[in-house]
């Protein structure tokens, strides 16, 4: 688990109020490998 725990779900809703339709970026740090990280953090 990556140590830097964030509110996605309130993160998500600020961005639904204000009608923001651009993109969001993931950065990927960890020792995880990707191919498995990666889709746990977009679920």
């Known amino acids: 688990m990556y140590p830097l725990d964030l509110d996605y779900d309130r ?3 600020i ?3 204000h ?3 651009g993109y ?3 950065e990927f740090e960890g020792k995880e490998d990707a ?3 990666i889709p746990k ?3």
């Open 15 to 17: 961005l639904r109020k």
């Open 19 to 21: 009608n923001y339709r």
């Open 35 to 37: 191919a498995t990280a």
């Open 41 to 43: 953090s977009l679920a």
């Open 11 to 13: 993160i998500a809703a």
């Open 24 to 26: 969001v970026s993931l």
